[in-house]
């Protein structure tokens, strides 16, 4: 006999529907996924703020060298090296 659809596939489909197995529960809802990192702390602020003046005390900063990569990006230009990414990752975890 088909079903309401008269489709196989689908009557096929929904006598696959199974029900919860034994005392099976459904799972409890999340309270909230922002609570787990915690809020920010002006501490945790102070220290990305130092760390950017760690760098650019550095003379890391290439201002010439940011505005070509700017206008690259701009044009559809600008090619990511995978492989490139990945050897500067490594070298720089040790």
Request: no cysteine; glycine share 12%; net charge neutral.
């Amino acid at each position: 006999m088909k079903g309401i659809t008269g489709n196989p596939v689908l009557d096929a489909y929904g006598r696959m529907a199974v029900g919860p197995v034994g005392g099976a529960r459904p799972a409890q809802p999340v309270e909230s996924v922002g609570s787990v990192a915690g809020p920010s702390t002006p501490a945790a602020e102070f220290s990305i703020s130092a760390g950017a003046r760690d760098m650019a005390a550095s003379g890391r900063f290439d201002a010439d060298k940011v505005e070509a990569l700017k206008s690259q990006i701009a044009e559809g230009q600008f090619k990511i090296n995978s492989q490139d990414v990945a050897r500067r990752m490594l070298d720089a975890l040790g």
